[in-house]
C-alpha cells in the first residue's frame, strides 16, 4: 500500500513538472525528495530549482534560510544565522527586499520614504530610529524624499578635466560627505557575541578573532561608540553617569566610583571630558623642562621640614595641636609617633582659576637634599590628561622615602595616609574606612563628605579642579614663592 501511494505521487509530481510554473518560486524548503526535490506552494507541489543549492557547503558552511546578507566575497553571499556564518542562496537574487542595513545595527524600514542617502545606501526614519530603505522601493517611481538635520555636512570640491574632441574642458565635481546622527536604538553586539564585517560591537570593545572565530572583547583603544547598545559595560560593570576617573587597569580601561560601587567609564560621552587640552591656554608661571611624576597623599603628620636642622630658615612651617591651634614649638614629637604636632588643616589645594592652582607637596628633587629644597616652590605643569596643560604651584614641605627623583607627593585630604597615619589619632570619630584607600583615599566627592568639615573643601579640589587625575606626570621647574603660599605655611628660607 505504501509504495502504491508513493508511485501515485511520483506519477502526479511527474505531472506538474511538465510546466515551468511547477518550479518553486519563492521556497527552498525540501519537503520530499526521489529524484528530484519538491517542495510546497500555495498548498501546490513544486520543484526545488537548481539555485537553491548550497554552495557553501563544499566550504564548510551552511546555506542561511533567510537572505540577509551581511558581507560578499569572491565565493558569494554571506549572512549570520544562529552566531554562525551561512552562505546566501542565489534563489535570495531574485528577492529585492533583504535588509542590507541589518548588518550595520539599524533595522529596515516598512516603507520607502527617502530621508537620507549616503554611501552605504538609501534610509528612513521610522519608530524614533533609522532604517535601510528595501532594494524593492527602489522599483517605483515615486519615492519622496525629504530633508533631516544630520551631525555635520562637508562640501568639497574638485576640478576634472576631460578630453573631448581633443578639446580640453574643466568642470567643477563636487562631494557631499554627511554624517548620519546616531541613533539611540542601533544594535550593535555584546560582549563575547559573535561579530564581523558589517556587524558593530557595542562601546569600548573590539570585534577580535580567536581560532576561526570573531567575538566583541574589550579594547580600551575601541571606536568610540555611544553605550546605547549593551545595559552594561565591556567588563560586565554598570556603566558610571558622570566622567570622574578614579582608577586605571592594567588593560587601560578607565573606571570611576558612584552609589558605593565601581562603574566604567562611558568613552565616547566622557571623550570631550577625558581629553581637553589646556596647553594653549595662557600660562602664569613658566613651563619647566625637567619631567617629573605625582602621587597624593594626606597622612596628618608633622611635615618633614618642620624639624629643626633640616634647612635653614627666617620662619619656620606652622604646625598644629590635634584641636586645630597652633604649636610655636617644633621641636615637638609628630602626631604619627605618639606626639601632639600635625600638619595644620588649612595646608591645603585651591583653585586659583581654571588653569592654575595652589597647594603643597612631598618631594624629593634630584641632585638635591632637604636642606635645597624644604620651603622652595615649584612649578608643575601637567602633561596626561585630564587636565594635561593646567599649572599647580606647589611649596615643599615634606619628603618620604618612597618617593623616586623628580617625584611630588601632592598634599590633598583625602588623598590616602601612604606610609604613615596620623589622621586616625588627630580624629578619633573618623573611622579609617572614611579616609579612603591608603594609598589612593576616596574614590568619590560623596566620600569628601565623610571627612572633617575641614577638610572636605581641599577634599572635594580633588574631582573639581583636579578633575579626578590619576597620578598625572608633569614638567617641573623652580620659581619663586606666591605670597598666598607663604601666608598659610608661615615658611621663608634664608637662602631662597
Not at 551581511?70 to 528577492?95: A, F, H, P, Q, R
Not at 606626639?339 to 592654575?356: F, H, I, N, S
Not at 579626578?468 to 634664608?494: F, H, M
Amino acid at each position: 500500500m505504501k509504495w502504491l501511494l508513493n508511485g501515485t505521487l511520483i506519477l502526479l509530481l511527474s505531472s506538474l513538472v511538465k510546466s515551468e510554473d511547477s518550479y518553486c518560486k519563492e521556497t527552498c524548503e525540501v519537503v520530499y525528495e526521489d529524484d528530484k526535490k519538491w517542495g510546497t506552494e500555495n498548498d501546490k507541489w513544486c520543484v526545488i530549482p537548481q539555485s537553491c543549492s548550497c554552495w557553501a557547503a563544499p566550504l564548510g558552511y551552511s546555506c542561511c534560510k533567510g537572505c540577509e546578507i551581511i558581507e560578499s566575497d569572491e565565493t558569494g553571499d554571506w549572512g549570520v544565522e544562529n552566531g554562525e556564518w551561512c552562505g546566501i542562496l542565489s534563489s535570495c537574487s531574485k528577492s529585492k527586499a533583504s535588509c542590507w542595513s541589518s548588518g550595520l545595527g539599524y533595522p529596515c524600514c516598512e516603507g520607502c520614504e527617502v530621508v537620507f542617502t549616503d554611501s552605504d545606501g538609501e534610509w528612513g526614519y521610522e519608530n524614533n530610529e533609522w532604517c535601510g530603505i528595501k532594494e524593492n522601493c527602489k522599483a517605483g517611481s515615486s519615492n519622496k524624499t525629504t530633508t533631516t538635520n544630520t551631525n555635520k555636512t562637508t562640501i568639497t570640491t574638485t576640478k576634472k578635466e576631460e578630453v573631448v574632441d581633443n578639446k580640453t574642458t574643466t568642470t567643477n565635481q563636487v562631494t557631499t560627505t554627511t554624517e548620519k546622527a546616531a541613533s539611540p536604538s542601533q544594535k550593535c553586539k555584546c560582549q563575547y557575541e559573535a561579530c564581523g564585517p558589517g556587524i558593530c560591537c557595542g562601546a569600548g570593545m573590539s570585534c577580535k578573532e580567536k581560532g576561526g572565530y570573531s567575538q566583541c572583547e574589550p579594547d580600551p583603544d575601541a571606536e568610540l561608540r555611544p553605550a546605547t547598545d549593551c545595559e552594561i559595560g565591556p567588563h560586565f560593570g554598570q556603566w558610571c553617569k558622570g566622567c570622574l576617573v578614579t582608577d586605571t587597569q592594567v588593560d587601560g580601561s578607565l573606571w570611576g566610583w558612584e552609589d558605593k560601587s565601581p562603574c566604567e567609564i562611558k568613552p565616547y560621552e566622557c571623550n570631550e571630558f577625558l581629553n581637553a587640552d589646556w596647553t594653549d591656554a595662557e600660562h602664569h608661571w613658566p613651563i619647566g623642562e625637567d619631567k617629573g611624576t605625582t602621587t597624593r597623599y594626606w597622612d596628618c603628620c608633622k611635615p618633614s621640614c618642620a624639624w629643626p636642622g633640616k634647612f635653614e630658615y627666617k620662619t619656620p612651617i606652622k604646625l598644629c595641636n590635634a584641636d586645630g591651634s597652633e604649636l610655636l614649638d617644633n621641636n615637638l614629637k609628630s602626631g604619627c609617633e605618639d606626639g601632639p604636632t600635625y600638619t595644620c588643616e588649612d595646608q591645603t589645594p585651591w583653585a586659583v582659576d581654571e588653569v592654575t592652582a595652589y597647594g603643597y607637596a612631598a618631594a624629593s628633587i634630584p641632585n638635591q637634599t632637604e636642606a635645597d629644597w624644604c620651603c622652595t616652590c615649584y612649578a608643575l605643569t601637567f602633561t596626561s590628561f585630564p587636565i594635561k596643560g593646567k599649572q599647580m604651584i606647589v611649596q615643599i614641605t615634606n619628603t618620604g622615602g618612597d618617593l623616586g627623583e623628580g617625584h611630588f607627593d601632592l598634599q590633598i585630604p583625602g588623598g590616602g595616609f601612604g606610609l604613615f597615619n596620623g589622621c586616625s589619632p588627630r580624629y578619633p570619630d573618623i573611622p579609617d574606612a572614611d579616609w579612603g584607600d591608603r594609598n589612593g583615599g576616596v574614590t568619590s566627592r560623596e566620600g569628601c563628605f565623610k571627612l572633617p568639615p575641614s577638610m572636605q573643601e581641599g577634599c572635594l579640589f580633588k574631582f573639581d579642579w583636579f578633575r579626578g587625575a590619576d597620578n598625572p606626570d608633569v614638567t617641573y621647574v623652580k620659581v619663586d614663592c606666591p605670597q598666598e603660599l607663604i601666608d598659610i605655611s608661615g615658611c621663608t628660607r634664608v637662602n631662597p
